[in-house]
């Protein structure tokens, strides 16, 4: 008899064990499969960003912000609507009209995987306004900041102000322990992290595979920067990239028939528009600034310069944001009128000046620095076009007295503009204020209605401070910006109402 015992194992059972044993046998097959490739995009853009948050050279500027979101969050963010939605807190509450009280999400880490707690957020706001880094002044309404708890957050303002939500996306928040470092390592909690950079070449995002939300399906994003439109297009129909920005307007027709391609073209939230120096001559006397906006046509500017794919302006806003003032029409041209203006105000001849704007920051705008100079009859101008790093270097220095600048107000509200463009310079207000203008009316406006919690008072003061613009004129609208991204059919995303690049919400087509 053999020292073992034979057991017989009910068949059910077998057939458990089969399936175990199948399992197993699978399981260790996969592991010695190579893993499928990581989803990889590559997208063309015109220019490259400014620079990294917080270390120079970055700036306040709109692809440069859109880009340090990928790495960086704040507080808030606003989804592709402009609507205002929880980032690192998941809710908050408004115990008074000037006290906002957040609570952060539990278990946050940054992309280093230390803890996100509202000290380091704290420590951020406050970094970001008390060394003025490149969206401090999103964050100068704010009176004071304190933690309450780990996960906590106490945020008052200087006054009443509704607008704080839609300005904390911009209160980027780093771990506490590295904001004294120079420079500052890059280390967010968004949805992505900065693998590479070489300027004016290229740079690569990672997906941070520690961030709150769904976890994006694009692991990789190459950036290449390519100035020239008809080659980044051309690079898209080869297939070497798979999206590509500010689509040249003269191609989007064209592009409609490519099977492989999506065309995404309407006008933005974005207003192009002259700013002139209004505190030394020739700006100074508001008859020039008069004759100037009378020497324009903007229809034909819109023709001439945009193909006739895009809107004219007639205020800092377009229509679908709050506070756009109705009884403002475009400004119809006077050429008569302009030139008499001149004459009075000691120009019977006219004059010379310069426009400064940039050629690599928005669609088609030297064109539309050239289309300008040939509409101000009676105004002499020589166009200088720069590089965007190049240009913000020039009107921080205040070393430019005429030149073509554009605002999207991501808030969906004009006192976004209005604050940030023509209010008085002081805390909070008038960050990109280089015009000089200064108005106590306005300013009483736009106060009015930042402290107003009654939506039709807030709307009334905007649309008064508006038409006040109207008349004085530090500010003369042109139009609206046209946008057209092209993307690859192997990539699933359709932009938002801002069009602005979203790589964590693409995927890769089923």
């Known amino acids: 008899m053999s020292g073992f015992a034979e057991t017989a194992v009910p068949a059910r059972e077998w057939a458990a064990l089969k399936r175990i044993f199948l399992s197993c046998l699978l399981a260790i097959c996969s592991a010695c499969r190579p893993s499928p490739p990581e989803a990889s995009v590559t997208i063309a853009v015109r220019?490259?960003?400014?620079?990294?948050f917080p270390n120079p050279p970055a700036m306040d500027e709109s692809f440069t912000n859109r880009v340090n979101a990928e790495i960086l969050e704040g507080l808030t963010c606003l989804d592709p609507d402009g609507r205002v939605a929880p980032a690192l807190a998941e809710r908050w509450e408004t115990p008074d009209e000037r006290t906002y009280v957040f609570h952060l999400r539990p278990g946050l880490r940054f992309s280093d995987g230390s803890p996100l707690t509202s000290a380091d957020v704290v420590a951020s706001l406050l970094a970001n306004i008390e060394k003025d880094w490149p969206t401090a002044g999103y964050l100068r309404n704010i009176g004071s900041i304190e933690a309450d708890g780990p996960l906590?957050?106490?945020v008052r303002t200087r006054v009443p102000y509704p607008l704080l939500l839609y300005k904390l996306p911009w209160g980027y928040v780093l771990p506490f322990g590295v904001l004294g470092r120079n420079p500052v390592p890059l280390v967010g909690a968004g949805p992505y992290r900065l693998a590479s950079w070489e300027r004016d070449r290229s740079f690569t995002l990672d997906r941070n595979d520690l961030f709150r939300g769904p976890r994006p399906a694009i692991g990789r994003v190459r950036f290449e920067i390519v100035p020239d439109g008809r080659d980044r297009v051309a690079r898209l129909v080869s297939g070497r990239v798979d999206v590509v920005d500010e689509v040249p307007l003269e191609d989007v027709d064209a592009l409609r028939f490519e099977?492989?391609?999506r065309v995404f073209a309407a006008p933005s939230l974005r207003v192009l528009f002259l700013?002139?120096?209004v505190t030394e001559p020739p700006f100074s006397d508001p008859r020039v600034r008069e004759a100037v906006d009378l020497a324009l046509d903007r229809d034909e500017l819109v023709e001439r310069a945009y193909d006739g794919k895009t809107v004219t302006a007639s205020q800092l806003v377009p229509p679908s944001v709050v506070g756009f003032n109705p009884?403002?029409?475009?400004?119809m041209p006077?050429?008569?009128?302009?030139?008499?203006?001149?004459?009075?105000?000691?120009?019977?001849?006219?004059?010379?000046?310069?426009?400064?704007?940039?050629?690599?920051?928005?669609?088609?705008?030297l064109r539309i620095l050239r289309e300008v100079a040939l509409e101000l009859v009676g105004i002499r101008v020589t166009v200088n076009a720069l590089e965007k790093s190049e240009f913000f270097e020039l009107i921080d220095a205040g070393a430019s007295?005429?030149?073509?600048?554009g605002w999207a107000c991501g808030s969906g509200e004009a006192s976004e503009a209005i604050e940030a463009l023509v209010a008085t310079r002081g805390p909070g207000l008038g960050g990109a204020n280089s015009s000089g203008y200064s108005d106590p009316v306005l300013d009483g406006l736009l106060a009015r209605s930042n402290e107003a919690m009654r939506p039709r008072v807030r709307v009334e003061a905007l649309q008064a401070a508006l038409a006040r613009l109207a008349e004085q004129r530090p500010v003369?609208?042109?139009?609206?910006?046209?946008?057209?991204?092209?993307?690859?059919?192997?990539?699933?995303w359709v932009p938002g109402r801002d069009m602005r690049i979203r790589i964590e919400d693409m995927r890769l087509a089923p």
């Open 334 to 365: 006077d050429r008569a009128r302009s030139r008499a203006l001149l004459a009075q105000a000691g120009f019977p001849k006219g004059l010379d000046v310069r426009l400064d704007g940039t050629h690599n920051r928005y669609v088609n705008d």
């Open 275 to 277: 700013t002139l120096r």
């Open 152 to 154: 906590g957050v106490i």
């Open 327 to 331: 009884a403002l029409g475009t400004r």
């Open 401 to 405: 007295a005429f030149h073509l600048v």
């Open 476 to 492: 003369l609208p042109l139009l609206l910006q046209a946008e057209a991204i092209a993307v690859s059919r192997r990539i699933d």
């Open 259 to 261: 099977r492989e391609i």
């Open 47 to 52: 220019a490259d960003v400014t620079g990294f």
